[in-house]
């Protein structure tokens, strides 16, 4: 069962894509990657919520405000909104009879989720969270994107050097990879980090893509968590969320419902 749903908010209505019948106590809610990650990761994320689906747990796809499907545009959107998003698509599961809530987290929406812990868990009935390859520094996003900018400059033979970050703060929207960036959202993906002191608040399964083994900040912010609230995997596929032409990795959707079924079932 493929389904969307459009559902109120105080900015405009948000675009939900359910994947299988919501006859059950327990649903996912994805959390997807923005800018191009989510245009790059889509086709990924539809078939692993397909996969969900055909073993009986419902899958969820959000839209946040200013992307896909739901209203609004960009430039009206921040992190702090989109936070809002993710608690708004929650209470709407739960008046559709879900009492467990699987939070998936995609790039961007793992780190959405890790900074948001506490008003997530208090808002939702939230169960576990699965994470595939967080971002883990909303600063160090930002950079990126703005050394995409920097590099489209260069490709366009720009001859004067321009100070992206500080052109956006000082208030001129830009264009980058055919987003419209605004200070708004620069100082919400800048401030938007993973407390040195935060404690999952339900099981925490975290999948490391396109590397064979963890990286240093991985280890270093698990490391901090007790070993029962957190499971961290490898997994070495493309970078999907960077190459286009990657339609479907049938070994992720096995071992990423395998690791929500051993936590004590999904």
């Known amino acids: 069962m493929l389904k969307g749903h459009f559902i109120p908010s105080p900015e405009g209505k948000l675009f939900v894509t359910q994947f ?25 994320v539809a078939k692993q919520a397909q996969h969900f689906a055909q073993h009986r747990l419902p899958c969820f796809v959000l839209d946040y405000f200013g992307t896909g499907d739901s209203e609004g545009e960009l430039e009206q959107a921040d992190c702090d909104l989109w936070l809002e998003n993710v608690l708004t698509a929650g209470e709407w599961l739960t008046q559709q009879g879900i009492s467990k809530i699987i939070l998936w987290g995609v790039r961007f929406g793992a780190l959405l989720i890790l900074a948001h812990q506490t008003k997530l868990h208090q808002s939702l009935p939230i169960k576990k969270q699965l994470l595939w390859k967080p971002v883990t520094n909303g600063k160090q996003f930002a950079r990126q994107l703005l050394r995409i900018k920097q590099a489209t400059s260069i490709i366009n033979a720009s001859a004067k050097k321009t100070d992206w970050r500080q052109r956006i703060l000082a208030g001129h929207d830009t264009e980058i990879a055919g987003y419209n960036i605004t200070s708004r959202m620069l100082r919400s993906l800048e401030e938007l980090q993973i407390d040195n002191d935060m ?31 957190v499971s961290v995997h490898c997994f070495e596929s493309p970078p999907f969320w ?25």
């Open 199 to 229: 404690l999952p608040e339900s099981p925490i399964i975290w999948i490391e893509l396109a590397v064979n083994e963890l990286p240093p900040v991985t280890k270093r912010i698990s490391a901090k968590w007790p070993d029962d609230s």
């Open 242 to 266: 960077q190459v286009p032409d990657v339609f479907s990795l049938p070994e992720l959707y096995e071992l990423t419902l395998a690791l929500m079924y051993s936590q004590e079932g999904a």
């Open 20 to 44: 299988g019948n919501s006859n059950s106590d327990t649903a996912v809610l994805c959390l997807p990657a923005i800018t191009e990650e989510l245009n790059l990761t889509r086709a990924v």
